[in-house]
């Protein structure tokens, strides 16, 4: 019913962290970024700066839909898609239990960072979670939450997300002008 490229709880962390990578921008200026950010499209534009700066890939086109899954699926994207589709009622789960918004932020940077590299190519679960938790660690201090909920498993950190009700995907809401920052150029 869900595509391959999903996150699913039963994905947990794996392997040593990758080598190398581009110079970062100083990681209390993106941390600094995540506390004020205030939606889904300032926490996606922060995403997309730490994995350029990591990793030097980018991508544009791509938007954001709010949709009632399972609970057990954070988000997924659509092999060769344009969409991710983040699963609302675990995001707002998480944002009335979090003691911040810089703990929702966390959590939904991780979620889109996971979905954004599975557009980037990066399409075996393994590797991307070992590649989110390389990004996050080159972005964000050992013990920031954003590195932590990266090298873990999400619903280990909540594990009330599994008891949350599911939906089977049919309600989908777009998030307006998600990216637009990248996209205001050539699509108005």
């Given amino acids: 019913m869900f ?4 996150l699913f709880i039963s994905e947990g962390p ?4 990758a080598p190398g990578g581009v110079a970062t921008p100083p990681k209390a200026s993106l ?3 995540l ?8 926490v996606f534009r922060i ?3 730490a994995v350029k700066s990591e990793l030097g890939l980018e991508r544009a086109g791509l938007s954001l839909a709010l949709a009632n899954l ?17 699963n609302d009622t675990v995001y707002e789960g998480v944002r009335g239990v979090a003691s ?9 940077f991780v979620v889109l960072m996971h ?12 590797q991307v979670r070992r590649v989110t938790h390389r990004v996050a660690l080159a972005t964000f201090p050992p013990d920031h939450r954003v590195s932590q909920l990266a090298g873990g498993d999400l619903w280990e950190f909540y594990p009330f997300l599994r008891m949350l009700p599911g939906g089977r995907g049919d309600r989908l809401r777009f998030v307006n002008r998600f990216a637009s920052d990248v996209t205001d150029a050539y699509i108005r």
Avoid at 35 to 42: H, M, P
Avoid at 70 to 86: E, K, S
């Fill in 31 to 33: 941390a600094e970024q």
């Fill in 70 to 86: 399972p609970p057990t699926i954070g988000a997924y994207w659509q092999l060769t898609g344009n969409v991710i589709v983040m």
């Fill in 35 to 42: 506390v004020r950010a205030g939606d889904l499209n300032e």
């Fill in 3 to 6: 595509p391959s490229h999903a």
């Fill in 100 to 108: 911040s918004r810089e703990e929702a932020n966390a959590f939904a």
């Fill in 47 to 49: 995403v997309r700066v």
């Fill in 115 to 126: 979905e954004y590299l599975h557009s980037l190519g990066y399409w075996d679960e393994q």
């Fill in 14 to 17: 794996s392997g040593p962290k």
